[in-house]
């Protein structure tokens, strides 16, 4: 993955109902995002599920924090990594 410096990629995973309810709110918020297909594994199963990355300036994270404390709010099973320039590689 390529790092830009001044933005914060956000990498938002969750499984079954939490797929829907991730894209309305990125919809909601009118971010430009991407969507992919991942299987999510656990000790004693699996999931269907898929991973949302959007992108904010690095001056303004408000809203992507808003954004991923609402939906963890809702009790929903969310997994988040945020990248940026000064993220390892």
Do not use: C, I, K
Not at 33 to 60: D, S
């Amino acid at each position: 993955m390529q790092v830009y410096r001044g933005v914060v990629a956000y990498h938002l995973t969750t499984v079954a109902e939490g797929v829907d309810a991730v894209e309305h709110a990125l919809l909601a918020a009118a971010l430009t995002f991407t969507r992919t297909a991942v299987t999510v594994v656990w000790p004693g199963g699996r999931g269907e599920g898929a991973e949302f990355v959007f992108v904010l300036p690095g001056t303004n994270q408000r809203p992507g924090l808003d954004l991923v404390q609402r939906l963890r709010s809702s009790g929903m099973w969310l997994q988040v990594r945020t990248v940026d320039g000064s993220t390892p590689r």
